[in-house]
């Protein structure tokens, strides 16, 4: 079995559960803010952000979307949605709502578990992200991970966001190793499986639905205990 010098993770999906913990805050501003005078229900709310934030958060990887634009406006755009035209309002959501989501501690089955494990064997590990970094540190602290990683490697840091492979690059120059002795663990066929494959790093997919794909990683796990077999 190959040896590896340093272990990369993606965080969000990977160790964090976005879902569950966006939920969660969405559904306290909701709350808080009344929304339901707007809103059908809380369940079409939080639909129509998942759509319009996770098409923001494409175009901030592709660069096509500022991380302003998408701070500010996945909000205004989330309220016009059910006829709203409040620009206070979103910006008051969109504040609380960077403050509060990070706060969440849900992770995805047997995360802290085996980051333990991996720890415990003396692996080096750090985190490539495309989040911003203020949050992801926030993220990290609040669910008790961050002292397993040495480094918090983000894309506005980087000045490259995944999957290009300058990102890459630079979390191993950061890690002081080479593109042989590091292994990317994430969840996302792009940002993290190609994108580690074009920097010649090895990877594994976490991929817990299986469905089938054609990407050529060094391992595909559906659940996060396996890497005890790989490591």
Request: hydrophobic share 35%; charged share 30%; with cysteine.
């Amino acid at each position: 079995m190959k040896t590896y010098k340093c272990l990369f993770f993606d965080l969000d999906r990977t160790l964090w559960d976005v879902e569950t913990n966006q939920r969660e805050a969405q559904r306290i501003l909701y709350e808080k803010y009344g929304l339901e005078r707007y809103c059908p229900g809380f369940d079409a709310y939080f639909d129509a952000y998942l759509e319009i934030n996770d098409r923001l958060w494409l175009g901030y990887r592709d660069g096509t979307v500022t991380r302003e634009y998408l701070r500010n406006h996945r909000f205004t755009e989330l309220l016009g949605r059910f006829g709203v035209r409040n620009l206070k309002l979103a910006i008051r959501l969109g504040n609380d709502y960077i403050r509060l989501a990070p706060t969440f501690r849900n992770l995805m089955p047997h995360a802290r578990e085996t980051v333990e494990y991996l720890y415990g064997r003396g692996y080096p590990m750090d985190i490539v992200t495309n989040g911003f970094d203020e949050v992801q540190h926030v993220k990290l602290a609040n669910c008790g991970l961050g002292r397993f990683f040495r480094h918090v490697i983000c894309s506005e840091k980087a000045g490259a966001n995944k999957p290009d492979p300058r990102i890459f690059r630079y979390a191993l120059r950061k890690a002081g190793v080479g593109a042989g002795e590091a292994l990317m663990i994430g969840d996302d066929p792009e940002n993290d499986m190609e994108g580690a494959i074009g920097a010649g790093i090895d990877t594994v997919y976490y991929h817990p639905t299986g469905t089938p794909h054609g990407l050529g990683v060094t391992w595909e796990i559906r659940d996060l205990s396996r890497l005890r077999e790989i490591l």
